[in-house]
Structures are given as C-alpha cells and as structure tokens.
C-alpha cells in the first residue's frame, strides 16, 4: 500500500519556492541576530548606588574626597553627578575601556581626574558610557567612532600637565595593551600624570622597578601618537598596604556584591 500524496505541479513549485524562501531568510537573519547579541552584551548591571559612590571615591586621597564632585553610571543613559565638586576633581567608575573594543559586564576602574583631565578626558568617557547605553552601537563602532573624533579634533590631549589619581584598593581591568583582552582583579594603588604622545623609553622608565608610561592609544594610533598616556607611579608597598588597609569594609562590600573582586594573593 502507498501511503504518500501526491501534490499537483503548481502546489509542488509553490511547496519548493516557501522552503527556499524560509531556507533563505535564516541566512539573511543570522547578521541580525549576531548585532542583537552584540547589543544585548552592551547591556551593564547598575551598581548598588551607594557602593558605586564610595568604590569611585576611593580613586582620590582622603583629603580630596569631601570636596569632589561624583558621577554614577546609569545604564540606560550614561553618567550622571550625585555630589557637587568644590575642589575641581571628579571621580567615577569606568565600565567601558574603548580601546578594546568590547563590552564586558565586569570591567571596573574607579578613576579621578584634576580640573585638566576633567576637560579634556572625562567626556570621552561620558560618549563612551552614553554611547554603549544607547544600545545603538556596537563596541567596534563605539571605538572606531571614538578614533574619528580624536583625529578631527574634536577630542584633545590634556593642554597641561595634570594629575589623576587611581588609589582605589582593587580594580578590575585590563593588565595589558589593547592587543590582548585579558582582564583581572588587581590591587595597584597609583598615581598617573598626563604623558600625551609619550612612551615608556622617553622618561627612561620601568614597569617593574618604577614609573612608567601607560598609553593604550598608542596600540590603536602607533607609538607616540597616543593622546591620552600617563606616566603611571605605583604606591609604595608600605602605602600601598596602608589603602588596602583603610578599605577593609570597602573590600568586603565589593566581594559581597561581586566574588570576583576578592584579591589573590600578590594583589592579583
């Protein structure tokens, strides 16, 4: 007995042509689905409001802290102040490293920056952040865009010397230069001076004995070409254990919110 059906002619070229059609659109459909994804890596948990304020001061010296005005993240719109600034320095947390060109959900630097770098550096920071909040952008777009306004001008290297100061007790970031995306909790105390169009052999220096130039954008642009370097100045280790020290109850908020802010033994 034969149990199959036979269609006529035309329903047979119209059975063809559908599955061709429904074959054909996946294909059309995978770009979309990989942008979608990207966009929804884009996306970045809000941090517990009062953490984020007290995680972002810990980037200055005590005596800086009262005076200087603090931005949290909202990720759906970017930065915004909760304390006004009476001293000239900012601090915030920095969830987007631009220079990577990826989003990741666990990057976070609290980071400061003097009247000079709160000019010329900090509203990088602010497109990035509004930018990734969009949800318009992927992070290879949000870099190359980034690239194209350092180039016309729009964004400018720091006019004069300056400081900004990281001396928060852990950080979680990126070790390294753009070329290798590996990222790590690390215990670095230190202090960075703007070094535009620097690198590392013109101040003599020595990333494992002393100071040292930092400039990613020097990956992206070619050596000495970089507009935002730092001349970077690691804590001493007796300071150094004096902040971890002085953060204790700063460390065990962090690592009770997220595990992956313990420090590992030798601060990484």
Same mark, same amino acid.
Request: net charge positive.
């Given at each position: ?39 929804? *890596?884009?996306?970045?948990? &809000? ?6 304020? =007290? ?10 802290? &009262? ?6 993240? #909202?990720?759906? &719109? ?30 976070? $630097?609290?980071?400061?920056? =003097? ?11 602010? #497109? ?19 690239? #194209? ?11 004069? @010397? ?6 928060? @007790? ?6 390294? =230069?753009? *070329?290798?995306?590996?990222? $790590? ?10 070094? @535009?169009?620097? *690198? ?14 930092? *400039? ?17 100045? @690691? ?34």
């Amino acid at each position: 007995m034969n149990n199959s059906i036979s269609l006529p002619k035309k329903s047979q070229k119209f059975f063809f042509l559908l599955v061709a059609l429904l074959i054909t659109s996946q294909f059309l459909l995978l770009p979309i689905k990989s942008f979608c994804q990207k966009m929804a *890596n884009a996306k970045l948990e &809000k941090m517990p409001a009062d953490l984020e304020r =007290d995680y972002a001061l810990s980037a200055l010296p005590p005596h800086l802290r &009262k005076g200087a005005a603090v931005y949290l993240l #909202d990720p759906a &719109k970017g930065y915004y102040a909760v304390q006004k600034g009476t001293n000239g320095f900012i601090c915030f947390i920095t969830r987007t490293e631009w220079e990577w060109g990826e989003f990741r959900e666990d990057l976070t $630097m609290p980071i400061s920056f =003097d009247p000079v770098g709160t000019k010329a550096i900090f509203p990088v920071y602010q #497109d990035v952040a509004a930018m990734r909040a969009s949800g318009k952008f992927t992070a290879k777009q949000v870099k190359d865009i980034v690239i #194209d306004r350092i180039r016309k001008g729009i964004y400018k290297a720091p006019s004069s @010397p300056g400081i900004s100061y990281m001396l928060a @007790p852990v950080m979680r970031g990126y070790p390294g =230069d753009p *070329n290798d995306n590996k990222i $790590m909790t690390m215990s670095m105390p230190h202090y960075m001076f703007y070094a @535009p169009y620097m *690198n590392t052999t013109d101040i003599g220096g020595d990333k494992d004995q002393g100071p040292f130039v930092g *400039n990613p954008d020097n990956t992206v642009f070619g050596d000495k070409k970089g507009p935002y370097g730092y001349i970077i100045m @690691p804590a001493g280790e007796v300071e150094a254990a004096k902040i971890v020290k002085a953060g204790s109850d700063l460390l065990k908020r962090l690592v009770a919110y997220k595990s992956y802010y313990k420090i590992k033994a030798g601060g990484m």
